[in-house]
T-cell receptor, first 112, second 113 residues
């Protein structure tokens, strides 16, 4: 069965500095991987998705993630944090015809 | 295009009662999934419906049930409520398969007293 581990429960960065949110996954097959973001009192929104095409995936709002099979990682990055990026981020793994499996989430704080 | 809507947004119930939550997916979406979100357990999958059939089910007791109607709208029901059922219940819809992009509703906040 697939699983996902988000290595940090909370990350704090200064505005304008890079963001790195770490995610490791476990899957028996070629998985699909996602990053979702949840702003306070709002539903989840898809940031980006990997489905075995390019290993570097670009998403919305300047975020991107790199799929590294050898390291079973799918870390999320952004070159320069903005105050509006403060939210909860979820790494998600899926195998065909099985439900999505969510990580525990990483809360990103952005300091002015 | 209207997004996923969930009603009600907030509910307060007492132990032993039952509750029904409703979800209207994006027009044209046929897959509807339900999740429970709590601070301790995070986001946990409840079930997924496609064309009125339950296609996948998570590891929850039988008190949790759901259904999907011919117009793809979905309901979930929790009977004999327990304090631990207090959570944010999220509904998500996708065209065919949750592996496609899922669009989430704002959730229903259930408090059990």
């Amino acid at each position: 069965a697939q699983s996902v581990t988000q290595l940090d429960s909370h990350v704090s960065v200064s505005e304008g500095t890079p963001v790195l949110l770490r995610c490791n996954y476990s899957s028996s097959y070629s998985p699909s991987l996602f990053w979702y973001v949840q702003h306070p009192n709002k539903g989840l929104q898809l940031l980006l998705k990997y489905t075995s095409a390019a290993t570097l995936v670009k998403g919305i709002n300047g975020f991107e993630a790199e799929f590294k099979k050898s390291e079973t990682s799918f870390h999320l990055t952004k070159p320069s944090a903005h105050m509006s990026d403060a939210a909860e981020y979820f790494c998600v793994v899926s195998e065909r015809n099985t439900p999505l499996v969510f990580g525990k989430g990483t809360r990103l704080s952005v300091i002015a | 295009k209207a997004g996923v809507t969930q009603t009600p947004r907030y509910l307060i119930k007492t132990r032993g009662q039952q509750v029904t939550l409703s979800c209207s997916p994006i027009s044209g979406h046929r897959s509807v999934s339900w999740y429970q979100q709590t601070p301790g357990q995070g986001l946990q999958f409840l079930f997924e419906y496609f064309s009125e059939t339950q296609r996948n089910k998570g590891n929850f007791p039988g008190r949790f049930s759901g259904r999907q109607f011919s117009n793809s709208r979905s309901e979930m029901n929790v009977s004999t409520l327990e304090l631990g059922d207090s959570a944010l219940y999220l509904c998500a819809s996708s065209l065919w398969d949750p592996e496609n992009e899922q669009f989430f509703g704002p959730g229903t906040r259930l408090t059990v007293l």
